[in-house]
């Protein structure tokens, strides 16, 4: 069992910042893979980025050059730095872990990021 906390949501203006934070804690940090997923109003929950235990990571194509996820594996945390934010960026922001040999997942509660323009 894996619990996720997600924290760093709010309101920013179009081309501004924000830094998402996931505490995890319960089991083995490094077996998982960790990623942020969003769902905007009306549409389906996407993947934005993930990271494996040794920094490998993967982004979709809209966030490329805007956002890094990075991961703390000595504090059991993984971050997500949102720059030039965009209102199609606006959405809630789920952190997820995957373990990486069982598949086992599990979510957070999510943290809300609005972007006006």
């Known amino acids: 069992q894996v619990q996720l906390v997600e924290s760093g949501g709010g309101l920013v203006q179009a081309g501004g910042s924000l830094r998402l934070s996931c505490a995890a804690s319960?089991?083995?940090?490094?077996?998982?893979?960790m990623g942020w997923y969003r769902q905007a109003p009306g549409k389906q929950r996407e993947l934005v980025a993930r990271i494996g235990s040794a920094g490998n990571t993967i982004y979709v194509d809209s966030v490329k050059d805007r956002f890094t996820i990075s991961r703390d594996n000595a504090k059991n945390t993984v971050n997500l730095q949102m720059n030039s934010l965009k209102p199609e960026d606006t959405a809630v922001y789920y952190c997820?872990?995957?373990?990486?040999?069982?598949?086992?997942?599990?979510w957070g509660k999510g943290t809300l990021v609005t972007v006006s323009s």
């Open positions: 997820n872990a995957q373990h990486g040999t069982l598949g086992s997942a599990y």
């Open positions: 319960g089991s083995l940090f490094t077996a998982y893979l």
